[in-house]
């Protein structure tokens, strides 16, 4: 399966970026889905997770009650909207697609990876 971000750019402090993952190939629709991102010089962090259902999901600490991961299984596209952005949310921003249906915040647990989207908030 092909994974292919989009909807990354730049934005203020406070604004709101919706990032869509369109995957090709083959449904994704008994798959989980993630979001990881990773910023210049640190470690690829977790963000989100959805259960391939879409009536489970996750996210870490740093962006719970702000981020929202979805899916549109006709469509074959998850999608993760930010909100009230912060200047540590830039990073590349990557979704995957999980081995099985469960969600789990962890990368072993996803094989297939798309290029990723920046995504840079300034203040």
């Known amino acids: 399966v092909q994974l292919v971000e989009s909807g990354g750019g730049l934005v203020q402090a406070g604004g709101s970026l919706r990032l869509s993952c369109a995957a090709s190939?083959?449904?994704?629709?008994?798959?989980?889905m993630a979001w990881f991102r990773q910023a210049p010089g640190k470690e690829r962090e977790f963000v989100a997770t959805?259960?391939?259902?879409?009536?489970?999901?996750y996210y870490a600490d740093s962006v719970k009650g702000r981020f929202t991961i979805s899916r549109d299984n006709a469509k074959n596209t998850v999608y993760l909207q930010m909100n009230s952005l912060k200047p540590e949310d830039t990073g590349v921003y990557c979704c995957?697609?999980?081995?099985?249906?469960?969600?789990?915040?962890?990368?072993?647990?996803?094989?297939?990876w798309g290029q990723g989207a920046q995504g840079t908030v300034s203040l």
């Open positions: 959805i259960r391939w259902s879409g009536d489970s999901s």
């Open positions: 995957t697609a999980g081995l099985s249906g469960n969600h789990i915040p962890e990368p072993t647990g996803y094989d297939y």
């Open positions: 190939g083959r449904t994704i629709s008994s798959n989980a």
